[in-house]
């Protein structure tokens, strides 16, 4: 049995152009930096939100779906962009940039109304979604390459916060994206494998994954991660779909493969709380309660990813299939 991704996981959605010679065309940021907007986020990568008819969190594990909410973007400031601003992309003739601040009480922003990425992203348009998604993986980047890996020496943001140069020697440095293989395990029927971290929730589960490690590749990640997590071997392993995935920079790169549900499972100790299999109607059973906030935890059998994860969009597509 295969399957496609019947919709695209909610952070690979973006509507803004972000062609490379943008960065390097200072005439061009100049002319468009008196109408930009900036996305602002603080220290914890929250940014203002205007929530609409979209309820609020409530909790830390509240990752808010549908639709609704949008960014508040702020006007700019100066005739320039500041040094340590990074250049988002365009949209509609107005340029985006991403910038660290915080709550601005004279421009009446409520801090109760500021999200994170892992909140809001479900519940933002494409543009939104696109534009935050950039915005904290850029700046977590540079938060964590302020000193050169080669020499120590200060480094200083260059083509409008795309790439950093140091100041002994000139080496230029890149946004890292470390891949991650994610796998949707299923029997090949109507079963499919899901499994708990220890620092998760009881009774919430997901489908597994892991780091690409150096010389490997995706699909050999794949093998290797489902063994070494849960003691199973898998086949047939197929390209689902992929999303960014910033925290902090990360790329979830989505996989299906069978197992056979006789082989006994081992989770990994200290990685794995619990592994289970759960059959196509118990899924949609989950799914069909909603969001995590649609009642207590405490009386829900299966908690399933938000909205935002990819691994949402994954177990959304399986449970569809007849």
């Known amino acids: 049995m295969t399957f496609r991704l019947h919709t695209p996981p909610v952070l690979s959605r973006s509507l803004v152009m972000r062609d ?31 929530w609409g008819d979209v309820r609020r969190p409530r909790d830390r594990w509240d990752m808010i779906s549908g639709s609704g909410a949008r960014l508040v973007t702020r006007p700019t400031s100066g005739e320039e962009p500041p040094e340590d601003a990074v250049l988002l992309g365009e949209h509609d003739g107005t340029a985006y940039w ?19 990425l892992r909140t809001v992203g479900a519940a933002l348009d ?14 977590n980047w540079h938060a964590a390459a302020r000193f050169c890996a080669r020499d120590g020496s ?18 230029e440095e890149y946004p890292r994206t470390d891949p991650a293989a994610i796998c949707l395990v299923h029997d090949g029927a109507d079963q499919v494998l899901l499994a708990r971290q220890p620092v998760w929730p009881e009774g919430r589960y997901s489908v597994l994954a892991g780091f690409v490690e150096a010389g490997e590749s995706l699909e050999a990640c794949v093998l290797r991660e489902i063994h070494e997590e849960v003691g199973v071997r898998v086949r047939d392993v197929s390209y689902l779909g992929s999303q960014a995935w910033p925290f902090p920079r990360s790329l979830m790169v989505g996989f299906s493969a069978v197992a056979d549900p006789d082989d006994p499972i081992v989770p990994a100790d200290g ?14 059973a989950a799914l069909d309660e909603g969001d995590w906030g649609a009642r207590p935890k405490a009386e829900r059998p299966l908690l399933l990813p938000g909205k935002v994860s990819i691994a949402r969009s994954m177990l959304e597509s399986w449970a569809a299939l007849d």
Do not use: F
Request: glycine share 10%; net charge negative.
């Open 154 to 171: 200060p480094m200083h943001p260059r083509a409008a916060g795309w790439h950093r140069v140091c100041e002994a020697n000139g080496h």
């Open 98 to 116: 991403a910038v660290r601040g915080e709550v601005d009480l004279v421009a009446g922003e409520d801090p109760t109304d500021w999200a994170d």
């Open 20 to 50: 490379e010679p943008i960065r390097s065309d200072r005439e061009r940021q100049l002319a468009g930096w008196p109408k930009a907007r900036l996305v602002v986020l603080d220290e914890g990568g929250r940014t203002p939100v205007d």
């Open 126 to 139: 494409a543009l939104g979604a696109g534009l935050l998604t950039g915005a904290v993986a850029v700046l």
């Open 271 to 284: 990685e794995i709380a619990e592994a289970m299999w759960v059959t196509r109607a118990d899924l949609r």
